[in-house]
């Protein structure tokens, strides 16, 4: 019965590129928007620049995570997204 009114939804993320491998992890993303849709969390969309293939400045940090200022980005991008999800 508890199981039965528990709704969970599960939502698959794109990545920030790191410093190596740009081209395997943009390709990445765009598979993951492509297959998942409205269940993606296109993180990247916020965090890098507009070809999606390196972290915007103002979130770069040591070359494979986002600083600070990125992990705050990240977590806005998240919460809007389960907002959007529950209405």
Known sequence: QFLAEKVTK???STVTPPDVRVEQVSEFNKRIREKYGDNC???AKFT???DGKHV???YAGDG???NEIGLRETARVITESGEKSAS
Do not use: L, S
């Open 10 to 12: 599960v939502k698959i």
């Open 41 to 43: 969390v296109d993180i």
């Open 48 to 50: 890098t620049t507009p």
């Open 56 to 58: 915007k400045p103002e």
């Open 64 to 66: 494979i995570h986002v």
